[in-house]
């Protein structure tokens, strides 16, 4: 399955790993979790993580690499769940000379060249990466296997949501078996800043309901620049509104810096895959978000009609 990359990773002897914009932490872990495989399988090869990583984790799993222009020109990209160019975070991905991704969000097919490996029905890129090294007898050690941990924790909600439950506990069970610590990776994650205090309370008192079984909320530049927060801090937000009975589809939608639009989606029934992908996003099945090129009711109003269609399609 993974034959291609590696024969890509061992021509070469810088490789640079690549992930998306807003890192969560399947792509930090991911990252952090391939280098550190990487190192110790080929232990002669640089081996880089760029992009801003998870700061309240760097002291247990590592800090990202600063790489300069020149070294990324000589090594191999390896770009890891992202499945669109427009959503890496280090743009200079393309300044490499040779390229490979592992991703399991479903493809939006706008990357053209190198090996791939691409599966939907994988929980988390994580355990693509778990995959990658067992196949491959690649040893897996502590800081890897804590990292691999992380992100399938925090991509399947702390393990409510897998399409193969059985394969998803028996590698959390030997990542546990490896000394992984779920109650540190958990507790850590757990922290928040004082600012989502602020946060939440601005969302709960800007709810609003739509009766086709849509629940969301907006934020505008306006509230964001008096609230003192980014698009990205507002739209992490969005499993605020997944617990309310009679709304199977909730959002948070906010106005970027620039005059666009930034959506967070998540459903507990519907494919809103599909809708993302209509605004230039993508995701999952029932999680998914884009970037938009406007904000304001014509955008919001068409958002919520596409999806009250997914909603009534679903029902009938």
């Not at 086709?212 to 605020?240: F, M």
């Amino acid at each position: 399955m993974f034959e291609a990359i590696i024969s890509k990773i061992e021509q070469y002897d810088s490789i640079v790993i690549f992930g998306h914009l807003n890192p969560d932490g399947d792509c930090y872990g991911s990252q952090i979790a391939l280098r550190n495989i990487l190192r110790t399988r080929y232990p002669e090869k640089k081996i880089y993580c760029v992009g801003s990583g998870l700061k309240k984790f760097f002291d247990i799993l590592g800090k990202m690499d600063v790489v300069s222009d020149e070294i990324i020109a000589q090594s191999l990209a390896i770009v890891l769940d992202s499945n669109d160019i427009n959503r890496l975070e280090d743009k200079r991905a393309w300044k490499a000379r040779d390229f490979a991704k592992i991703d399991h969000h479903i493809d939006t097919y706008t990357f053209h060249e190198g090996p791939e490996v691409i599966d939907d029905t994988a929980t988390s890129t994580c355990e693509l990466i778990y995959r990658f090294a067992k196949e491959n007898n690649f040893e897996i050690d502590l800081i890897a296997g804590s990292a691999l941990y992380l992100g399938m924790m925090t991509d399947t909600a702390r393990f409510q949501f897998a399409n193969n439950f059985v394969r998803m506990f028996e590698i959390a069970r030997d990542l546990c078996d490896l000394g992984v610590d779920p109650i540190l990776l958990n507790k850590t994650n757990n922290l928040v800043p004082e600012i989502s205090i602020t946060i939440k309370s601005f969302i709960y008192s800007h709810v609003k309901k739509d009766k086709r079984g849509i629940i969301y909320a907006i934020a505008t530049k306006k509230d964001r620049e008096q609230l003192g927060v980014t698009s990205a801090q507002i739209c992490a937000n969005t499993s605020l509104l997944s617990y309310v009975t009679g709304y199977p589809v909730w959002l948070i939608a906010s106005e970027t810096d620039n005059g666009g639009m930034q959506v967070e989606m998540r459903s507990s029934t519907f494919d809103i895959q599909k809708i993302a992908t209509h605004f230039g996003g993508g995701g999952h099945t029932f999680a998914a978000g884009f970037t938009y090129k406007k904000f304001g009711p014509e955008v919001i109003n068409e958002l919520l009609d596409l999806l009250a269609g997914v909603v009534k399609k679903g029902n009938e």
